[in-house]
């Protein structure tokens, strides 16, 4: 009988001690966390594939970037707007039912003034309620690329913010603190269980989402602990410790390629990689001398000449990028051979090229960098400061976490800095609207042409298909000529895994878990 109930008593305990035991566990790592879990507050790759998760929008893409029914399934466009058919049955993870009315507030959400996603959002003018499972999502005349404009803009439920004061999004900018940073009730295959930034990210399959059995995805929990040195994130992914690591470092994957049990796989991803130049201020703020060099297009040319972007990709990248000339990958609308081409290396003409911009001893100025976020980010700014010293300029090396970092472009409060840009629209009318637009919200630049705001406005509701390509490559040649950034390249994207796990890689760099089976 003690026995018995002894034996209970272990059973029991170690049902709970091992909430694993019985379920397919994905555990997996990266070198920087979510910022955050408002879904309407970052506009950030891995925090919007964290709530990605969770959240559901509109309109998806699949691991091959294809359009995808999500919490809509049909929509049809007309001359003001695009009329979306909502999916029946969706219930938030509280129980709440998905209406038409949460579509509603879900876009006065991300159109708020502290949403990193308006100027997405921003493209509907207004959401007209139809009937409970349809909205149509109203425009400022015909709209080519809506449904390419959604994919990122999550619906959250009405009566949920409401209860929790999370009516409005997260200023990340301004360090605000609410409910929805580390709580969170999506309509998503994940509910959120944990959260503890920086150290550990639990979520629990949605046994009640809509698209259960539908995908073949069979993953009943994630553990997501990021790892911020890279050689501990390997030794996780030796040692069986996690069975996945979205970024290993590239010099170690042929170490993980030779492992029993380990594979990479690896995509172009449709990432760039750049430094900004605040050309808008009429006096830096790190430099030792007066005014601006960065006003001067000569001395923005020198910059982009100096850095040897081949010698970045052979030495730093191992290989795993693309130098280029743009800031918008291949794969996008408006990306040609033209314009990705690098403006090349060439140390002589850089150095004429500060002399007759005013400036033959150089000067000095600070460099901002993340040290979390891209492939070798740190690096690629150690070798061009390193490059930039050869021409007589003097790079001061800020390299801090991104939580730190980001804030600093979108206050506007650097002079040169590091900056990746994906493209979920894959079309350049996301790249001018954030970064080129006078009025962008990411443009750190301070670039002003008034001819790519014209086009940036225009291309939004240009349905005539070549006359629209033709203004982005009018842009882009604009764009091109004033070297407002730095190119240096498009990222490739390497994954290490377990054979445990098939998880399908996308060029977006965003883990699907639907799709994700557990051997």
Known sequence: MRFTRLLAVSVTALMFASPALAENVLRWTSQGDALTMDPHSQNEGPTIAMNGQVYESLVTRDAKLKLQPELAESWEPGADGWTFKLRKGVKFHDGADFTAEDVVFSFERANHAASDFKEQAKNVTSVEVIDDHTVKLRTDGPNPILPNQLTSIYMVDKGWADANNVVAPQDFKAKEENFAVRNANGTGPFKLVSRAPDELTVLARNADWWGEGKFPGNIDRIEYRPITNAATRVAALLSGE???????????????????????????????????????????????????????????????????KAAIQR???????????????????????????????????????????????????????????????????????????KIGVTVNLDAIPKAQHFPKIQKRETDFYMLGWGVPTLDSHYVFSYLLDSGGSWNATGYKNARVDEITMAIATEIDIPKRTAMIDEAWSLVKAEMPYVPIHHQVLAWGLSDKVDIPIAADDAIRPRFAVMK
């Open 315 to 389: 030495v730093v990248m191992e290989g795993l990028s693309f130098p280029t000339g743009m800031i918008t990958p291949p794969g996008v609308l408006g990306n040609t051979p033209d314009n990705d081409a690098s403006y090349g290396f060439d140390v002589a003409k850089a150095k004429e090229l500060l002399g007759e911009a005013g400036y033959p001893n150089g000067f000095s100025v600070r460099l901002d960098c993340p040290n979390n976020r891209y492939n070798n980010d740190e690096k690629i700014c150690q070798a061009a400061v390193a490059m930039l010293a």
């Open 242 to 308: 996690v069975d996945f690591v979205l970024d290993p470092p590239l010099q170690d994957l042929k170490r993980i390629e030779t492992a029993d049990g380990l594979r990479v796989t690896t995509v172009a991803q449709i990432r760039s990689i750049f430094f900004g130049m605040d050309q808008g201020i009429d006096k830096l703020r790190t430099a030792n001398v007066d005014g601006n060099p960065f006003k001067n297009a000569k001395v923005r040319e020198a910059f982009n000449l100096a850095i040897d």
